[in-house]
């Protein structure tokens, strides 16, 4: 509504009577339109106050609602969490039960038992009844105190070992059925060796704690070898059986210097010597230097050719390597096989000698 107030006609004049009726029709409509509004204000304040009460009443139930759900979620999950924490205790015992009687497991110190009863700290027991500190222990009842090695039923062992049904050790080995060795030594075959540092073969000594040969293992032996107690030792005619009494002259380089005592005697006891005997011994040096290498299909690709006029193509060599060659022998690879030329024993080795040797050589 717009209001149309001229005054500019009526100034100088009293024209109250003319206008006024105009005004007040305006003020009239003013007032009608301003009770209109506020019935319509009134109206909307109204409907908005019933919608935002609607409104409130609707999120309330929803709320309500919404809150019993997460009540209700809530104790179904706290449910679930209570049954699946019986169900994972359950497993745990069960588990642990199964663990506590399995046949094979890791033990608590990292070590492994297999079988029946059988227990390790960190070490290996495998058989019913097995057991082992630090070692291993293989078979029924089978032992290891410490950090030897049982093997076998009812074997034991200390810090030794023990191969065998009833075989049993403490710091040595035993092999075999019932042998024991109750001292670091060894014992081979039924029996036991109560003496520290020996070899014995059933009832039977076969090294003595200096590491000799007992004198009554040798038998006739010794008869024919220099004894080391004795260096002065000479053989009789008895010691010599089977060779012929006459020998022949011997040429050559092979002197009396190279002869084996055996043979000096045989010598002694010919008369001088006419015909042939059985063996001739002599000893030789083998020069490291000397080794020439040459390819060989059997992998012997050293060889050496020592210098002995009077050897023939025909004899057959048997070298004995001195005790103080033998590790070079060993280390170099040494052919078992050797072989005579005219003039000449030669040998085959893998590798070349890291040192000059001493042998004996029997033709």
Same mark, same amino acid.
């Given at each position: ?26 003020? &009239?409509?003013?007032?009608? %339109?301003?009770?209109? *509004? ?15 009460? $609607? ?8 709320? *309500? ?67 082992? $500190?630090?070692? $291993? ?7 290891? &105190? ?6 076998? $039923? ?22 075999? &059925? ?21 070899l014995q073969v059933y009832d039977y000594t076969l090294m003595e704690k200096d590491g000799t040969i007992p004198e009554e293992r040798l038998g006739d032996i010794p008869v024919l070898l220099d004894k080391k107690a004795d260096k002065t030792h000479t053989h009789t005619a008895a010691d010599i059986t089977g060779l012929p009494t006459e020998l022949p002259p011997i040429s ?13 005697? %045989? ?25 020439? *290498? ?8 050293y060889r050496i050719d020592i210098s002995a006029p009077s050897i023939t193509s025909e004899q057959e060599p048997e070298v004995t390597f001195h005790k103080s060659s033998l590790l070079t022998a060993s280390k170099a690879g040494i052919c078992a096989e050797a072989e005579t030329t005219d003039g000449a024993l030669r040998l085959w080795a893998r590798h070349k000698p890291d ?9």
């Amino acid at each position: 509504m717009k209001l149309n107030l001229d005054f500019t006609k009526y100034i100088g004049k009293t024209l109250l009577k003319d206008w006024w009726p105009i005004v007040l029709d305006h003020i &009239r409509q003013i007032q009608n %339109a301003v009770n209109t *509004n506020d019935a319509a204000l009134t109206t909307e304040v109204s409907d908005r106050e019933k919608a935002v009460s $609607a409104e409130a009443a609707v999120r309330n139930a929803a709320d *309500n609602i919404l809150e019993t759900r997460i009540t209700n979620e809530e104790s179904a999950r706290q449910s679930a969490d209570t049954a699946l924490g019986s169900r994972i205790d359950t497993e745990a015992e069960a588990r642990k039960a199964a663990d506590d009687t399995k046949a094979d497991k890791e033990t608590l110190n990292g070590g492994f038992a297999g079988g029946r009863s059988a227990g390790a700290s960190d070490g290996g027991a495998i058989g019913i009844n097995a057991s082992t $500190a630090g070692g $291993a222990a293989v078979g029924k009842n089978a032992k290891s &105190r410490e950090g030897g090695a049982a093997l076998g $039923a009812n074997a034991s062992a200390v810090n030794g070992g023990a191969v065998g049904t009833g075989a049993q050790a403490t710091d040595g080995f035993s092999g075999g &059925r019932n042998a024991i060795s109750t001292v670091d030594a060894i014992q081979l075959g039924t029996g036991t060796n109560t003496k520290a540092k020996t070899l014995q073969v059933y009832d039977y000594t076969l090294m003595e704690k200096d590491g000799t040969i007992p004198e009554e293992r040798l038998g006739d032996i010794p008869v024919l070898l220099d004894k080391k107690a004795d260096k002065t030792h000479t053989h009789t005619a008895a010691d010599i059986t089977g060779l012929p009494t006459e020998l022949p002259p011997i040429s050559g380089s092979v002197t009396m210097e190279k002869l084996s005592d055996d043979v000096k005697n %045989a010598i002694a006891m010919g008369g001088g010597g006419t015909t042939a005997v059985d063996q001739i011994s002599m000893e030789i040096t083998i020069p490291q230097s000397d080794w020439v *290498n040459e390819a060989d299909p059997d992998g012997y690709d050293y060889r050496i050719d020592i210098s002995a006029p009077s050897i023939t193509s025909e004899q057959e060599p048997e070298v004995t390597f001195h005790k103080s060659s033998l590790l070079t022998a060993s280390k170099a690879g040494i052919c078992a096989e050797a072989e005579t030329t005219d003039g000449a024993l030669r040998l085959w080795a893998r590798h070349k000698p890291d040192a000059d040797m001493t042998a004996r050589v029997r033709l």
